[in-house]
């Protein structure tokens, strides 16, 4: 069996999707190039490297199953792929996880943000330790965000190096498709965090609204916007002179409520350049992403009918070996009375 080595720069090397790995399955597909990242156990000490090889495939009826994964036939010679480490891919694919860990703490932090969203909201004068939780979460997304901003900008920075060094079409595409899978996903999660803040600043001036109406005083939404942009709180009470326990209560609250929003609104405009900023990037990129969605699916239907395909190939080879045994024996049978007749006709 002939031994083919693949770095970097084997782009020559074609395979199609290697159906039987699920691994590999899921590594990613670029329209008619395969990216194999993921960890494929071939016949001997061969395997591929999470992040060593990029190689091409073009879907053509030529190949052959060998084991798990799918080698090109040439000549009558099954050829089996080494797989040789890029360090400089394995630093890049460490980098993607660590942002991909970073986005799912973003994720985890907002659902605990709307955890404690309800809870504020459920109770008329909400404990001071819910509240601090709730400012520790808003930190910890902020100074996540931030370096997950910071990450995916280095790389993206990188793009033109990559492109003017020594880096393979295949390498730079790899680069450039994870950067934007990363960047949506990444945005997803913010969008996610911020219409979960709009929400709450909504429901807390509905809070306030029905406060202010319990003190007697009513006000428009524009009235409500206006003392809300003031940023003093005293607006809302200087004319209400009533001392009974409701109002002073409902006063309590409109003032709790009140620097929630405040701190609300400086917190998202904190978020707002950088919110904007990758939004404008993944808006660019959205037609490409959605082609590897695509790619990916077909890839994934062409997994599965390759499997079918290797199952009917596996029976009608197993019934060809049967009927070539079978003919063997028969043809063995026939010489053998054909001899013992001869051997009869030469006696007499």
Known sequence: ??????????????????????????????????????????????????????????????????????????DDVDATVVVEKDHFMDDFFHQVEEIRNSVAKIAQYVEEVKKNHSIILSAPNPEGKIKEELEDLNKEIKKTANKVRTKLKSIEQSFDQDESGHRTSVDVRIRRTQHSVLSRKFVEVMTEYNEAQTLFRERSKGRIQRQLEITGKTTTDDELEAMLESGNPSIFTSDIISDSQITRQALNEIESRHKDIIKLETSIRELHEMFVDMAMFVETQGEMINNIE???????????????????????????????????????????????????????
């Open 1 to 74: 069996m002939e031994s083919l080595a693949c770095g970097v720069s084997a782009s020559s090397v074609f395979l199609p999707v290697p159906p039987m790995s699920p691994e590999v399955a899921s590594g990613l597909y670029l329209g008619t190039e395969a990216v194999l990242f993921y960890s494929c156990t071939l016949p001997g000490p061969s395997t591929f490297s999470r992040a060593a090889c990029a190689v091409r495939f073009a879907l053509k009826p030529q190949y052959s199953a060998q084991s798990t994964c799918w080698c090109r036939k040439n």
């Open 294 to 348: 695509k790619n990916v699916m077909n890839a994934a239907d062409y997994v599965e009918h390759a499997k079918e395909e290797t199952k009917k190939a596996i029976k009608y080879q197993s019934k060809a070996r049967r009927k070539k045994w079978i003919i063997v024996a028969v043809s063995v049978f026939l010489v053998a009375v054909i001899a013992l007749i001869i051997g009869l006709s030469v006696g007499k």
